[in-house]
């Protein structure tokens, strides 16, 4: 049986109820170390294994995570300079192809997400109201501003984080 595909407006939805009333900058402050406490002790080879054929190892999404937070930086800052930008989409398969994901050190990994999300809350924080509601056209998602980018990439954290903690109770069991 086919793996049924979730819809982009099921994709949001699910999304915004992992930040739904919490703090979105303390989110994006703790995936680091939540992270770096997931992976701590697991041997790289588990950290490697992919579930399936086609889906992320750890590893993967760890550097996905990194590379995602990359063009996360781009855009709030074009965003904030360049009210209504155009925001393309990327296709993260290829990216993942592209920057051969598998063959990341993970600590590497964690690390570049780390010091790029250190710099976006640094300037996170010293926005002003005006600059919070500055936007862009995203070409999947329509209008976006940096608060619901803001919001977007904590959701997208904690969607990472599960699958990371399904993956190793994987491991672990089986």
């Keep these: 049986m086919a793996e049924q595909q979730e819809t982009p407006e099921q994709y949001r939805e699910r999304l915004a109820k992992y930040v739904e009333g919490k703090d979105v900058l303390k989110l994006q402050r703790e995936a680091p170390r939540t992270l770096a406490r997931l992976i701590e002790g697991i041997a790289e080879e588990v950290l ?3 579930p399936a054929p086609r889906k992320w190892s750890v590893v ?3 550097a996905h995570l990194a590379e995602d937070e990359l063009t996360s930086s781009w855009r709030y800052r074009q965003m904030i300079e360049h ?4 925001l393309l989409g990327f ?3 290829e990216w ?3 920057g051969d994901y598998g063959s990341w050190n993970v600590s590497e990994a964690l690390e570049m997400f780390r010091l790029l999300r250190e710099a976006n809350l640094r300037m996170l924080g010293r926005l002003s109201a ?3 509601e500055r936007a862009g056209e995203h070409a999947e998602r329509g ?9 977007h990439m904590a959701a997208h954290d904690m969607n990472h984080i599960e699958q990371i903690e399904r993956l190793l ?4 069991a089986g």
């Design 91 to 93: 296709d993260q398969d």
């Design 169 to 172: 109770a994987h491991n672990r």
């Design 96 to 98: 993942a192809r592209l």
């Design 130 to 132: 005006d600059e919070w």
């Design 143 to 151: 209008r976006l501003t940096v608060r619901e980018l803001t919001r």
């Design 60 to 62: 993967e999404i760890i």
């Design 83 to 86: 009210n209504g930008v155009k």
């Design 48 to 50: 490697r294994r992919r």
